[in-house]
């Protein structure tokens, strides 16, 4: 219990840091100190994103640092592609896809840390387009 | 002024995949969208980190509220666990997005990529 607390408070740190909802910690702390079945953990840590990512956002956006249009069109396109997921996770084997989305995810970490190295700029911020 | 157009519709179609991928993402592993949000408006769309992780945020609302609705049909969500961590991940997350106006932005960039092979870690133990 204290353990889920403890892990509880440190996604959302990663969250409000990293603009992640926290369920790669969520997911594993309702397994390993709460006792969920795998299914039961990831149904679960949708619920507890949910206030951690309206609070981030609250906060944000008094900083000043939301784009409403597009997180408005990012976010409700993703309820259909979201739709379109589940009905391909039930089609096709899980192993494959699995392990080609996770090479796809360490290709964009290296792109990020690659982005960091190549740009130098003072104020921190990404010229390549916007 | 047709570049300029041209510009605008190619960055709502850009924005668009985003959106698209990561509801897939999201549907197919049951990770939250950021995951695939955050770099691609870094990536694609040069979003300054900040501003990428906290759009981000605000999109993420959208889906996991949609996926906890759907899932809790199922009657697959613990309420009282979701509160659990929930609850302690609040008072975390107003404490993440104070720290992070300190942070420079590669800085983020580059814990973003860190957090990435872990979760990319996770996907092949699974």
Known sequence: MIGAVAIGLVAGV?????????GVLFVPGLVLFLGLGQHAAEATSLLAIVPVAVVGTYRQDRYGNVN????LLVGVLSLLGAAGGVVLANAVTGALLRDAFAALTLLVAAQLVR???????????????? | MQLAADRTFNRTLRLMAIGTMAGLFSGLFGVGGGSVIVPL????????????????LAAIVFIAAFGAATQGLYGNVHVRDALLVGAPAVLGVLLGTRLQQSLKGPVIARLFAAVLVVSAIELILR
């Open chain 1, 14 to 22: 990663v969250a409000g840091l990293l603009g992640v909802g926290g």
């Open chain 1, 115 to 130: 982005g960091t190295l190549q740009e130098k700029g003072s104020d921190g911020r990404n010229h390549s387009e916007a």
């Open chain 2, 41 to 56: 408006l870094i990536l694609w769309l040069g979003y300054d980190e900040r501003v990428a992780t906290s759009t981000a």
């Open chain 1, 68 to 71: 409403r249009r597009d997180a």
